[in-house]
T-cell receptor
């Protein structure tokens, strides 16, 4: 099951950067770190994923600690549309690839 | 952009009836999943499917549930005899490979058992 720890909620001002932390101290060498988000009344949406190196895409950046026991999702400029529940998920590549969701971090963006 | 489509968007059924939830995954994907989300709760894994067989299933996925890929494009979830506690949003997802690729989720089917 989900083996990540995230704060229940965070707030950010609009157009400010947001750093969403995730702890995964029991991560194994074959686990990928994925981030998804769920906007109200919608299905989960992929944000970013990585294995060891930091990753950037058009939506966000993912900073992975050197020991891989934690990671941080970075939204460079929060918009009202970024208000959602953000999930940090470890996806094993050797035991079926299922995605187990935890309770996530509910991000509120303040105008 | 490719997307996973689910039908119907909302289904109401009487307790004890069978329901089939339908999903069309992205065409070249190889891994398929069903999840459910009871109102106000977290997204729960039900089952994953690869190479025409179940690869993993959770405790929730008991004998009342089954999945099928009948024609190479659709992916269905059947609940044989629905209970009130089966009321939830059901999400289908697919991914090209496994953990090193992103999963695409559908918009869900809201199942209401009365």
């Amino acid at each position: 099951d989900a083996k990540t720890t995230q704060p229940n909620s965070m707030e950010s001002n609009e157009e400010e950067p947001v750093h969403l932390p995730c702890n995964h101290s029991t991560i194994s060498g074959t686990d990928y770190i994925h981030w998804y988000r769920q906007l109200p009344s919608q299905g989960p949406e992929y944000v970013i994923h990585g294995l060891t190196s930091n990753v950037n895409n058009r939506m966000a950046s993912l900073a992975i600690a050197e020991d891989r026991k934690s990671s941080t999702l970075i939204l460079h400029r929060a918009t009202l549309r970024d208000a959602a529940v953000y999930y940090c998920i470890l996806v094993p590549t050797n035991t079926g690839n299922q995605f187990y969701f935890g309770t996530g971090t509910s991000l509120t963006v303040i105008p | 952009e490719p997307e996973v489509t689910q039908t119907p968007s909302h289904q109401v059924t009487q307790m004890g009836q069978e329901v089939i939830l339908r999903c069309v995954p992205i065409s070249n994907h190889l891994y398929f999943y069903w999840y459910r989300q009871i109102l106000g709760q977290k997204v729960e894994f039900l089952v994953s499917f690869y190479n025409n067989e179940i690869s993993e299933k959770s405790e929730i996925f008991d004998d009342q549930f089954s999945v099928e890929r009948p024609d190479g494009s659709n992916f269905t979830l059947k609940i044989r005899s629905t209970k009130l506690e089966d009321s939830a949003m059901y999400f289908c997802a697919s991914s090209l490979w496994g953990g090193n690729t992103e999963a695409f989720f559908g918009q869900g089917t809201r199942l209401t058992v009365v």
